[in-house]
């Protein structure tokens, strides 16, 4: 089955640009988008079709894929952005694939 | 408002049944694939299965772990979908999500719109 790997955590300081990275065999192939999970809420989508935001996400959010890794780029960090991010892909096998999710902490 | 709600959790047996229900309001259910998550406590998220609409036959797409107990279903005249979970497992304990889905050609799935979720306990 396909697998996304995720570093389970990454630290940053307020005003400083925080890079999570989503890798997977040939994964620049396919689409990746990218998940904000807040303690206690529901997950929302923070970047589809690898780079584009949805309506009411910050600028300071933008999305890259290529070779075999995604990455949810955040620029600004602001201690809101305090959270889990999951990476999703499609596969032929199993349609919606997740990574382990990263927990960013702005500190 | 554009919304989902997720309804039907609660505590059950292993072995035992549990339907859930997410209505949809707000937007045009019958256009979109209708997803269901799970995330276990202290776990990642994880993807359970979905429907698609009536314009892709109806069709639906498990996991693994599910495929064969769990069904999913969908009423468009109620904006309403369906998770029928069968002989659960402790393991199944996990809040469940219901989402809206949106792809690019039918593959490359996201998705745009979550309910707050329902939380199904298994434990005798």
């Known amino acids: 089955s396909y697998e996304l790997t995720q570093p389970p955590s990454v630290s940053v300081s307020p005003g400083q640009t925080a890079s999570i990275t989503c890798s997977g065999d040939?994964?620049?192939?396919?689409?990746a988008c990218w998940y904000q999970q807040k303690a206690g809420q529901s997950p929302v989508l923070v970047m589809y079709q690898d780079s584009k935001r949805p309506s009411g996400i910050p600028e300071r959010f933008s999305g890259s894929n290529s070779g075999n890794t995604a990455t949810l780029t955040i620029s600004g960090t602001q201690a809101m952005d305090e959270a889990d991010y999951y990476c999703?892909?499609?596969?032929?096998?199993?349609?919606?694939?997740f990574g382990g999710g990263t927990k960013l902490t702005v500190l | 408002e554009v919304q989902l709600v997720e309804s039907g959790g609660g505590l059950v047996k292993p072995g035992r049944s549990l339907r859930l229900s997410c209505t949809a309001s707000g937007f045009t259910f019958g256009d979109h694939v209708m997803s269901w998550f799970r995330q276990a406590p202290g776990k990642g998220l994880e993807w359970v299965g979905f429907?698609?609409?009536?314009?892709?036959?109806?069709?639906?797409e498990y996991a693994a772990s599910v495929k064969g107990r769990f069904t999913i279903s969908r009423d468009d005249s109620k904006s309403i979908a369906y998770l029928q979970m069968n002989s659960l497992k402790t393991e199944d304990t996990a809040v469940y999500y219901c989402s809206r889905g949106l792809s690019v050609a039918g593959i490359d799935w996201y998705f745009d719109l979550w309910g707050r979720g329902t939380l199904v306990t298994v434990s005798s």
């Open positions: 999703q892909a499609w596969d032929i096998i199993t349609p919606v694939v």
């Open positions: 040939k994964l620049g192939d396919k689409y």
């Open positions: 429907i698609r609409g009536k314009a892709y036959g109806g069709t639906t």
